[in-house]
């Protein structure tokens, strides 16, 4: 295969691979956002994760814990894919010729790289991911084209952009530690003879990278959820520097890493299942393994 087909089948395992994740950690998701959302008062109602898809699950029901899946599924497909399948382009753009000792900067680089396209690519997905699981009475919206569709009449084009600048700065993040920390991990492993390729390899490298992921995202993540919860034209926030001075002075620092447990619940098995399926994926057609 040539190098732009091996890219765009690999954006299209990658993106296939987060399908599950996601699929599999949309409660959680659901439950994050609400948090993330209440402040003092979200903390109350959603004091943690088990409490909070139970408090989900009786007022609101099963469909309740799945709001906004379809917008996610929609995210996972452009955005992760993007972020994951683009990733090993942009370090052969970078320069690296050897998987096995590519050095750190260029692994960094190449995953904030693929994940701002991903993300500036997807921002409407997000948003209406975010609209339809902080919605708790189900009000918003019918279903997620009813959504875009909504969003667009009332707020215009510009709204389905709103809190782009936050969530490509997420993504930048996110994408420099996750795709890298288990790219990294993984070689590191193997280089030393600790695990050779394989699930038990595959499986410590992602839980690393999803722990790295979570806990140094959470504060703009927070933030970003803030933002995108706010329609165009009537947000509290100027941007991301207001939020984080507004949050940390109205509610103090450690606000920043609200649901940080429900972060790790839903971006560390979503990290894992994403790296496992994609790496299964790929040996299945024939592709070598990250």
């Known amino acids: 295969m040539s190098s732009n087909t091996d890219t765009l089948v ?25 948090m993330q959302m209440g402040g003092v008062a979200g903390k ?3 004091p943690g994760m088990a409490r909070g898809i139970m408090v989900v699950a009786k007022e609101e029901g099963i469909r309740g814990l799945y709001k906004g899946l379809g917008a996610s599924l929609c995210r996972e497909m452009s955005y992760s894919g993007i972020r994951f399948g683009a990733y090993e ?49 189900g009000e918003l919206y019918n279903n997620v084209f009813q959504a875009f569709g909504h969003i667009y009449k009332t707020e215009g084009f510009k709204g389905l952009y709103v809190g782009v600048a936050q969530t490509v700065q997420r993504a930048a993040i996110l994408g420099s530690c996750q795709a890298p920390a ?19 390899l595959h499986l410590l490298s992602s839980f690393i990278a999803g722990i790295v992921a979570v806990t140094v995202t959470a504060p703009i993540d927070l933030i970003k959820t803030r933002v995108m919860s ?7 926030y100027k941007g991301t ?4 001075m507004k949050t940390v002075r109205n509610e103090g620092p450690f606000t920043l890493y609200n649901g940080w447990v429900a972060g790790w619940m839903r971006l560390g ?3 894992i299942v994403t790296f496992l399926v994609f ?12």
């Open 269 to 271: 098995p979503h990290t």
């Open 10 to 34: 690999r954006i299209g395992l990658a993106g296939t691979s987060a399908c599950c994740g996601a699929s599999v950690t949309n409660p959680v998701d659901v439950v994050k956002i609400r």
């Open 89 to 137: 382009t942009f370090k052969e753009l970078y320069g690296a010729t050897d998987p096995k000792n590519t050095p750190l900067w260029k692994k960094l680089a190449s995953g904030a790289s693929a994940g701002m396209v991903g993300s500036a690519i997807a921002n409407p997905c997000d948003l209406v991911k975010i609209r339809m699981q902080s919605d708790i009475k």
């Open 279 to 290: 790496e299964q994926l790929r040996k299945l057609v024939g592709m070598r393994a990250i």
């Open 241 to 244: 520097i207001d939020c984080l």
């Open 44 to 46: 109350a109602k959603y």
């Open 182 to 200: 288990y790219d990294h991990t993984k070689h590191t492993l193997k280089n030393k003879k600790v695990l050779e390729e394989g699930v038990a």
């Open 230 to 236: 706010s329609k165009a034209g009537a947000n509290p």
